[in-house]
């Protein structure tokens, strides 16, 4: 009988401590809630401006791709498939070795460029899938600019045939 008023007295406390804590839980669901309808807004938003990068990049009539730190082409646009003559496809991967004529001196420099991440300039010659060979001039550089670099972004300047 003497513990009946103690029991009570816990039992009350621990009461407004469940109470408490719902409320705290209430609360961080909430948050959770904000926090997730605001990442799914975000998520909306980045697909959008992605949509619109991806088209001014397609319709560049720049050839260009983007390549990997193992030299695999990772994306490629459409003036640098209609430059070789080819479906895009063809192009990611290992594909551009088909079309692109290199030496000993165009890899060694592409090598210096990747180990000292600087810009990588060069003339280069394309063979397009009808055989016709197209002289360029070539820049790729790091991407992000400051290293460790996640990928290689090159340009093509066609210059004349050969």
Not at 11 to 19: D, H, L, T
Not at 39 to 53: C, N, V
Request: hydrophobic residues 35%; contains cysteine.
């Amino acid at each position: 009988a003497r513990t009946i008023p103690k029991l009570a007295e816990t039992q009350e406390a621990s009461g407004k401590a469940r109470g408490a804590l719902q409320t705290r839980d209430r609360h961080f669901h909430g948050e959770f809630r904000r926090l997730h309808d605001r990442l799914d807004s975000q998520d909306i938003t980045l697909e959008s401006i992605q949509h619109r990068i991806a088209g001014a990049w397609d319709s560049d009539p720049v050839p260009q791709f983007v390549c990997g730190l193992d030299g695999r082409n990772i994306d490629v646009n459409q003036a640098y498939a209609d430059m070789l003559s080819v479906d895009k496809r063809h192009l990611i991967g290992w594909g551009f070795k088909n079309f692109l004529e290199s030496d000993e001196a165009h890899i060694a420099e592409w090598v210096s460029c990747l180990k000292d991440h600087r810009v990588f300039i060069r003339e280069a010659v394309f063979t397009t899938a009808t055989g016709k060979r197209v002289k360029c001039s070539v820049r790729a550089w790091p991407q992000p600019e400051s290293p460790p670099a996640r990928a290689w972004h090159w340009y093509i300047t066609v210059t004349g045939t050969v």
